[in-house]
């Protein structure tokens, strides 16, 4: 079982609706969670940090999560084209050492004017 | 502009000739680390170091190296590249935390 997963999409949304990535994550004791935006051909882009349970809001994104659930989420509001990017879910695991980030292979996401 | 600068962008070489891939950060960032970035294995993290001098393994650290000697630059180095070293490679920082904040452009190595 991969510890982070997330499902490779791609997902297709009309722009103005709702977009909905999600993420779950093996180990039951992590603390820290983390969506990274990555434009085809560019960097990654850190666009939401999460610890607690519950919703956090920044402009048109939100993410949630629930850890009883093992799962993170990413909710992007009246989606725009240029959201459309490959999102990566990165996870701080209470096992091992140093606080490594554990990766997903990233959610694909394509927004139709 | 906070920035991390890596270099080169793009370089195609041949197995076993060494090559350095620079990173500077303009940010006084105590974390720096190394990324590749492959196909359906996703980022991957190569070596990572909180300070300078203070270095260590990430996943994949073999037939890597790296320093830090001054705290805004941390160069990537191949010693006898190979094939399988070809990749996308991200240098990457943050104030604190093994966590990045802040990517490089990247530089896309083709090892022939």
Redesign the interface.
């Known amino acids: 079982q991969k510890e982070v997963e997330q499902n490779s999409g791609p997902l297709s949304v009309p722009e103005g609706a709702i977009a909905s990535l999600n993420c779950t994550y093996s180990d039951r004791g992590s603390q ?1 969670f ?1 969506w990274y935006r990555q434009y085809s051909g ?5 666009i939401m ?1 999460i610890y607690s349970n519950g919703d956090k809001e920044d402009g048109r994104f939100t993410a949630q999560l629930n850890k009883a659930s093992q799962y993170v989420s990413l909710l992007i509001r009246d989606s725009q084209p240029s959201d459309s990017a490959t999102y ?1 879910c ?1 996870v ?1 695991p209470n096992a091992g050492n ?4 554990i ?4 959610t694909s996401l394509a927004v139709n004017p | 502009e906070a920035q991390v600068t890596q270099n080169p962008r793009y370089l195609i070489t041949v197995t076993g000739k060494k090559l350095t891939v620079t990173c500077s950060q303009n940010m006084n960032h105590e974390y720096m680390s190394w990324y590749r970035q492959d196909p ?6 190569i070596y ?1 170091s909180m300070n300078v001098e203070v270095t ?1 393994k ?2 994949v650290p073999e037939g890597y190296k790296v320093s830090r000697k001054e705290k805004r630059n941390f160069p990537l180095i191949l010693e006898s590249p190979s094939p399988n070293q070809t990749s996308l490679y ?1 240098c990457a920082s943050s104030y604190s ?10 530089t896309r190595l083709s090892i022939l």
């Open positions: 820290s983390f560019k960097s990654p882009e850190l940090s990566l990165a701080i140093n606080r490594k980030l990766w997903g292979l990233g | 359906g294995l996703g980022l991957r993290q990572y260590d990430g996943d991200f935390g093994n966590q990045p904040q802040h990517f490089g452009d990247g």
